[in-house]
């Protein structure tokens, strides 16, 4: 910490402007006198101290030369939970919110961390400054605050003064720190002059990454792959003129590290590495899985069956097998699977669509697939840059099934791949239509229900394959990556794809993802319900609002078949008056960055986004550029009503 800024970041805090002479004793019975809100108690005060006194730690100044790992055994040695986080706090910048007690007081179990975070549905990052925070506040957040237009450009222009206030981003895009972190010992383990390294889960995956370079950049690259210190993390080792294609199988493919993996393996091996000095918002782990205080009331008055079975499961699953046996069992009942061993999880949803895809390839060895609706960069990567090829056909053409139909009878196809919905427009294609055609043809469908989730749509009736990514909807929090592949056991393909997938598949899925995980979605049925019920209300006013030129969401379908309790809380949106797309954007108070399924509402210019080098080719496919996309969280929808149409007055 800079002795210039010292007391401006303590003073934002509202306690005393303490230095690193203060007295530890001094400083923890000013918090528990002046911000009681925080929860520290004069007894857990004094167990702490004596955990102090024993390893001879007096002043501010002492703890801040303490190392993770002694952080950690003074844990051990009885340091009350708080404790740290709030000399952490103190000593590298943070706050206490305001609303902490109002928080703390709804009813929901919190631990100490929880009271520190920042309650998005409450108060979004979403003004200008707040730029590169990330989202959730978690140094695990898998998005990141882009708050106006022009950062979203200048992101993708590489802009360096956005790239710099970044503190991390979607982390198949850009590399966490943690990570960044952990590429770097590897390089010092490892790297010549002239080389680089990537980490990756496991040594399969390692050798599949030297595949699809020498696939990239010639046979004869150089590369080679060694184990981490026994971590179980293989390193790849390559020239550094071929990071371009590694960071495309990273980013395509979805093996990748979890920063909570790095996290850890920076703390059993570096040493000398503090975790803390990472350029990762606040050193302290905070989590945001403290529901706002009206969905507290809604869950309890609508969801009475949904909560008991919560709250036989109140305890946090430590012991990583049973937490991974209670997430796949919780998407079997969601999602109608017969078996949880019919469900296989991943550490990201791309891990398991490109699972899914390649069983679809061994099964139908150079056959090429069929991409029906507007692809997802990276599924469409999968398809026409390490497989065969693909078909695109755009379900917005009336003709769409026609098509289909004739390129069924004319060759074999490997697979139809769809989202259902589509993203961003929402498309639903009659998929009572589609399935009976291809299991008439001998064809698989693989389905991506991301967007609507399980909870409310019936993919796995009518798909061989549903992929998920469970880092959206499903974990609600935002701050764990994770993804799920579920096959149909009465599916004609099913023995094949399960045969292959058991063959390939290996447990990459690290435990204390799984842990956070199994945590964040137990409310995932009742939040999928209140985020439909929010929903609803903010798209009708929209929809009916003159500002507003065309909004697209999935509620044309209703059949039973397919729609189970709702349409989901994703929409998307264009004004009439293109040119004040921007300052809408700017206006508009919620979150605004990538990702979706947050418990907060969370918004961003899609199509710049997701295909800024193509938009071109993205606009004469239905589409524009200055679509708006939202993601629906757990406010009130009289609260998003008035800011959205806040956002609307405040252009016209």
């Known amino acids: 910490m800079e002795e210039n800024g010292e007391e401006e970041k303590l003073g934002a805090m509202g306690l005393p402007k303490f230095d690193r002479n203060s007295c530890l004793e001094t400083i923890l019975k000013a918090v528990v006198e002046q911000r009681p809100d925080i929860g520290l108690t004069m007894n857990g005060v004094a167990t702490s101290l004596e955990a102090f006194e024993k390893n001879g730690l007096e002043t501010l100044g002492d703890a801040e030369k303490l190392s993770e790992r002694q952080w950690e055994e003074l844990d051990d040695e009885g340091l009350m939970p708080g404790t740290e986080t709030v000399l952490k706090t103190i000593l590298y910048g943070g706050f206490f919110p305001e609303y902490a007690t109002e928080v703390a007081s709804n009813g929901e179990p919190l631990d100490f961390k929880a009271r520190l975070s920042r309650n998005l549905t409450i108060d979004p990052f979403w003004e200008a400054d707040e730029i590169g925070e990330p989202l959730p506040s978690s140094p695990h957040a898998c998005s990141v605050s882009m708050p106006c237009w022009e950062h979203i450009v200048g992101y993708e222009e590489g802009d360096p003064a956005v790239w710099d206030a970044l503190a991390l981003g979607y982390p198949r895009f850009v590399v966490h720190p943690y990570i960044a972190r952990l590429f770097r010992s590897c390089e010092r383990e490892f790297a010549k002059y002239g080389e680089s390294c990537f980490a990756f889960p496991s040594k399969k995956v390692a050798e599949r990454a030297c595949n699809y370079i020498r696939h990239k950049n010639g046979e004869n690259t150089p590369l ?9 993390i293989w390193a790849v080792i390559f020239p550094s003129g071929a990071r371009d294609a590694v960071l495309k199988f990273w980013q395509h493919f979805g093996f990748v590290i979890s920063s909570r993996w790095a996290e850890d393996v920076l703390k059993q091996h570096c040493c000398e590495d503090r975790i803390e000095e990472f350029p990762v918002v606040k050193p302290c782990d905070v989590r945001t899985h403290t529901l706002p205080e009206s969905f507290q009331r809604w869950y309890t008055e609508s969801s009475e069956e949904a909560c008991e ?38 550490p990201s949803g791309m891990a398991a669509i490109s699972s899914g895809l390649l069983a679809a390839q061994a099964t139908f060895p150079s056959c090429k697939s069929i991409q029906l609706g507007f692809p997802y960069l990276d599924v469409f ?134 842990v956070a995980l199994e945590m964040n979605s137990r409310s995932f049925i009742p939040r999928m319900e209140k985020v439909n019920e929010t929903t609803k209300p903010l798209v009708e006013f929209l929809r009916a609002h003159p500002s507003i030129e065309k909004l697209w969401y999935p509620d044309s379908v209703n059949d039973q078949s397919v729609v189970k309790r709702g349409h989901g809380g994703l929409f998307s949106f264009i004004l009439k008056d293109k040119e004040k797309s921007m300052d809408f954007y700017r206006n508009l108070r919620v979150c605004k960055g990538p990702s979706l399924g947050t418990n907060f509402t969370i918004a961003c210019p899609y199509t710049l986004l997701a295909h800024y080098d193509e938009l071109d080719w993205a606009e004469g496919l239905g589409i524009p550029s200055h679509l708006i996309r939202v993601s629906t969280g757990l406010e009130e929808p009289d609260d998003l009503i008035q800011r959205f149409g806040y956002a609307l007055d405040s252009v016209e």
Not at 398 to 409: A, E, G, I, Y
């Open 381 to 514: 990567k999968i398809q026409t840059v390490w497989g065969p090829g693909a078909h695109f056909i755009s379900d917005m053409n009336p003709d769409w099934l026609d098509q289909v139909t004739n390129l069924v009878k004319e060759q074999q196809i490997s697979s139809v791949v769809l989202e259902y919905p589509g993203n961003p427009l929402l498309q639903v294609p009659d998929i009572l239509a589609l399935s009976a055609l291809l299991q008439e043809h001998g064809v698989p469908l693989i389905v991506d229900d991301t967007i609507g989730s399980c909870a409310n749509f019936n993919m796995l009736e009518h798909a061989d394959v549903v992929v998920t990514s469970l880092t959206k909807w499903f974990c609600g929090t935002g701050d764990v990556m994770a993804g799920s592949m579920i096959l149909k056991r009465n599916s004609q393909f099913f023995e094949r794809f399960k045969k292959f997938t058991e063959s390939e598949f290996e447990d990459n899925f690290y435990h204390k993802d799984a």
């Open 224 to 232: 080679r792959i060694h184990e981490y210190k026994e971590t179980g």
């Open 309 to 346: 079975k919560v709250s036989k499961r109140q305890g946090v699953l430590e012991c990583p097998d049973q937490a991974k046996t209670v997430l796949k069992t919780r998407l079997a009942e969601a999602s109608g699977a017969k078996s949880i061993d019919d469900v296989f999880l991943y």
